[in-house]
Every structure is written in structure tokens, then in C-alpha cells.
């Protein structure tokens, strides 16, 4: 690991240690996730400035853009830090109508892993994550075949770890029953607490926990006590809400994504902020 301090820490993966707050790469591609960014130099100033400030953990896709993240992640980062840890995912495709279709058959699932080793530039990927439901929420059924497709590909040698996304504890098991997970990422936030016992479960067994969309879904009353908090602690309502998961559960993993360095320093500092008692008690209302 490099000497300098990690934001929020790290937590260790297996053999990867990780910055606890990361980076998500995917709104650096155009909009809706399509094409190249707006301003190609400002993104590539971006991932520059994320490892430069410490973090050590970028989850990106090859189907955002689709290629685009990647392609840049490797035009700014490549050659890697041996301590940098890119997460990708496979087992979605996007359509011509912006949609997240799912691309999850074995073959399917073996080409997305070539496509993400090369348009990133590695050998091997540190950790591969089978995205099994829709966009918010797990769907029921069986994901053996998918799971041992990319079993498979791990014992080639071209994946480290394996993860899984978008799924339930049942599907965490199973995956279980067929190669170690390293990681969940699932849809949860401060407001949206489905996976309250699961988050515990995992910690428990040495599982990290990638929440996404930190602030999706929330009603306009949640929003009103989000922001209360917010103005009272003087900063904004997600750094709040991201505050408040990094101090969830120790196996908690941020991945706030942004195309400005100025935001991607904001999301930084979220690690030093200190919710008072009663701040978090208000917070966890929220769920309820």
C-alpha cells in the first residue's frame, strides 16, 4: 500500500486492501451513460485526481458508454499503481432505447470479461462482479450457470475475485456454494434500509458492501429530514447520506461517482464528517 492516509481507511478484500471511499466511474461517460464525456480532459483530470487524493478503489463497467470508462480509466491511470484495485461488472448490455438489458449467458458473460481486460489494458481483473437483477432491485431465480461461467474464468487466471450485484441472500448462498464472494452491491441508502440484516450478515463473515445510488428513491418527506440535518451540520444533504454509510457498518464500501474534481474533493471529505448522536438518530428514522 501506498504511505499516504486512505480516505474513510481501507478494508481488506481477500488480498486487496481498498480505500473505503471510492470512486464510481460511471458518470463520466456522455449523458444517460452514452457516449464520450463532455470534457474528455476534465475526466481524465478526475480519475488523475482520485488516486492523487488517495483512493484506491474505481468500480466502472465496460457496458458504461459502453467502453468509455474504461478506455479512459486506462488512458489516465495506465500503468496502474500496483495498489490500485479496479472493480468491474458484467451481465448487462445497453440498448439503443438506454435500457440495462440483461447479457448474461455463459458466452456473453466470457466476452464481457475479454472486452473489460482490454479496453482497461490488464492481464487479470482484481474483481468481477455478475450483476444479476434490474437496476434497483434483485429478481428471483437461479444464478449458478452465470456464477460458474465466471467460476471458470477465475481459475484461468483472468479474474481474482468474484462479487455479485444486485441480488438477495439466497443468491449470495449460492454464489457461496460455488466460488468465495469478495463483495455485494446492492441498491441502499439511508433511506432505503431493505438490506439492514444483510449488510450485518456479510460484515460478519468479512464481506464487502458496495451501496449504490446513495440518494435514489427518497419521498419528499425523507428529503426534508435529510436536509434538515444537512443545514444544521452546515454541508450538503449527500455528504450527509454518505456519511452516514460510512459509518453503517465497518464492511461499507463507497462509490460516489462525479465528473468534477471540485465534487469528487467534496465526496472525499465526507470521511472526516462527524455526525453528532442525535444527528444519527434522526438519519435512521428516516428508514424506519
Given amino acids: 500500500m501506498a504511505s499516504q492516509e486512505l480516505p474513510g481507511g481501507s478494508y481488506r478484500v481477500a488480498d486487496l486492501e481498498l480505500s473505503r471511499v471510492g470512486y464510481g466511474a460511471m458518470q463520466l461517460a456522455g449523458p444517460g451513460v452514452f457516449g464520450p464525456p463532455k470534457d474528455h480532459d476534465t475526466a481524465v483530470a478526475v480519475l488523475r485526481a482520485a488516486v492523487d487524493l488517495g483512493i484506491r478503489h474505481i468500480d466502472t463497467a465496460d457496458f458504461y458508454g459502453p467502453h468509455v470508462t474504461n478506455e479512459l480509466i486506462r488512458e489516465a491511470l495506465a500503468p496502474y499503481p500496483d495498489d490500485l484495485h479496479i472493480v468491474t461488472k458484467v451481465g448487462a448490455r445497453r440498448d439503443e432505447q438506454g435500457g440495462w438489458p440483461h447479457a448474461r449467458t455463459p458466452a456473453e458473460l466470457r466476452s464481457q470479461v475479454h472486452d473489460n481486460l482490454q479496453h482497461l489494458g490488464l492481464d487479470v481483473l482484481d474483481v468481477v462482479n455478475l450483476r444479476v ?156
Fill in 133 to 288: 437483477g434490474g437496476v434497483e432491485a434483485p429478481e428471483p431465480g437461479s444464478l449458478a450457470e452465470q456464477f460458474e461461467a465466471l467460476a471458470e474464468l477465475q481459475q484461468q487466471g483472468l479474474i481474482r475475485h468474484l462479487g455479485v450485484s444486485t441480488v438477495t441472500a439466497e443468491q449470495i448462498a449460492e454464489a457461496q456454494s460455488i466460488a468465495p464472494v469478495v463483495c455485494v452491491q446492492n441498491y441502499y441508502n439511508v433511506a432505503h434500509r431493505v438490506d439492514d440484516e444483510l449488510v450485518d450478515s456479510l460484515n460478519a463473515q468479512g464481506i464487502a458492501y458496495v451501496p449504490y445510488f446513495p440518494l435514489g428513491g427518497f419521498s419528499p418527506l425523507q428529503s426534508v429530514a435529510l436536509q434538515a440535518v444537512a443545514a444544521r451540520l452546515d454541508t450538503t444533504a449527500m455528504s450527509v447520506a454518505l456519511a452516514w454509510l460510512l459509518r453503517r457498518s465497518p464492511n461499507v464500501l463507497l462509490i460516489p461517482g462525479t465528473s468534477s474534481v471540485a465534487h469528487l474533493r467534496e465526496n472525499l471529505a465526507v470521511a472526516a464528517l462527524e455526525l453528532p448522536h442525535d444527528a444519527i438518530a434522526e438519519l435512521d428514522a428516516i428508514g424506519r
